[in-house]
């Protein structure tokens, strides 16, 4: 596999708050502080900012791994789903119709 890729993370280096900018500048080969103040434009302007932020926050995986915090939550939710239902099926395959006597 190449490794060469460029791959869209959260970086530690240059990380103020959770990293998202200086991963979206390193990304895109920009400074991360011409991201921040792009940022910081949209939120005075609509409050855009603010949920790109977030959304960029939730959505683009940490430096060094390889799931985002939404994959991570949906996983989680599906092997307590499995767990509870004490198989391998969807909880919603127990509902089905039963034969009246």
Request: glycine share 12%.
């Amino acid at each position: 596999m190449n490794d060469n890729i460029k791959q869209l993370r959260r970086t530690h280096d240059g990380r103020i708050i959770a990293g998202v900018c200086s991963g979206v500048g390193e990304y895109l080969g920009v400074d991360a502080n011409l991201v921040r103040i792009a940022l910081a434009v949209a939120t005075l302007f609509g409050g855009v900012g603010v949920g790109l932020y977030a959304i960029g926050w939730l959505l683009m995986p940490e430096q060094g791994r390889d799931t985002s915090i939404v994959q991570d939550m949906l996983a989680k939710q599906q092997a307590k789903s499995t767990w509870q239902t004490g198989t391998d099926r969807p909880a919603s395959w127990d509902d089905e119709q039963k034969p009246q006597q």
